[in-house]
């Protein structure tokens, strides 16, 4: 049971547009929801996180969206990077737990 | 400076041996967390602990075990290695303060080869 799914395994972007990865959740008591990037050989770094009593957060280039009625949350990168290449992945957790539940991961290559 | 670290980067073992994976975590975080990543799955959760001498299982923890005798230390085990676990394994470490509403910090993975 996949209660974070991520759809898109890929996605190409040219260099200098936006980026837009999706998220879904199906468990309604998610209330904390985490970006992080992976490069190749790298252990994950954390990106953005948002709370469930937001619907916006940004940081610089990073902007995440959460729809909770639609249990769906985004990514946007603008404008995007060659370095922002890389897998990323979206988690989520309940309040009071530790524990993340983490998505498939979203392969972004950024093309010049 | 955050600094999780794994002892090995890459480890080549044979089915049936006894593995053991070794995490340390300088941030003085209650919590720590063992994964393992495989294509199309994302990072599954293997086991965590909250506190010394502590654990809990997550979602697949059939074949492993685990240890923290110490704060810093949070060691998997791999009684019987096998094919099938055959991944990139990844340590975390997050702080339990503040009801959890804080990133994991992660290590940098050891890709652990079965024959």
């Known amino acids: 049971d996949q209660q974070v799914k991520q759809n898109s395994p890929s996605l190409s972007v040219q260099e200098g547009r936006i980026s837009i990865l999706n998220c879904d959740y199906t468990n309604s008591m998610f209330d904390y929801f985490l970006w992080y990037k992976k490069y190749p050989a790298e252990g994950p770094t954390f990106l953005i996180s948002?709370?469930?009593?937001?619907d916006k957060n940004e940081d610089g280039r990073f902007t995440v969206f959460l729809n909770k009625s639609a249990k769906h949350l985004s990514l946007h990168i603008v404008p995007s990077q060659p370095g922002d290449s890389a897998v990323y992945f979206c988690?989520?957790?309940?309040?009071?737990?530790?524990?993340?539940?983490f998505g498939q991961g979203t392969r972004l290559t950024i093309n010049p | 400076d955050v600094k999780v670290t794994q002892s090995s980067r890459y480890l080549v073992k044979r089915t049936g041996e006894k593995v053991f994976l070794e995490c340390v975590q300088d941030?003085?975080?209650?919590?720590m967390f063992w994964y393992r990543q495989d294509p199309g799955l994302g990072l599954r959760l293997i086991y965590f602990?909250?506190?010394?001498?502590?654990?809990e299982k997550g979602d697949i923890p059939e074949g492993y075990s685990v240890s923290r005798e110490k704060k810093e230390r949070f060691s998997l085990i791999l009684e019987s290695a096998s094919t099938n676990q055959t991944s990139m394994y990844l340590c975390?470490?997050?702080?339990?303060?503040?009801?959890?509403?804080?990133?994991?910090?992660f290590g940098p993975g050891t890709r652990l080869t079965v024959l």
């Open positions: 948002i709370s469930s009593i937001k």
């Open positions: 975390a470490s997050g702080s339990g303060i503040g009801g959890g509403y804080n990133e994991q910090f």
């Open positions: 941030m003085d975080h209650e919590n």
């Open positions: 602990s909250y506190d010394v001498k502590m654990k």
């Open positions: 988690a989520a957790k309940i309040q009071g737990a530790q524990k993340l539940v």
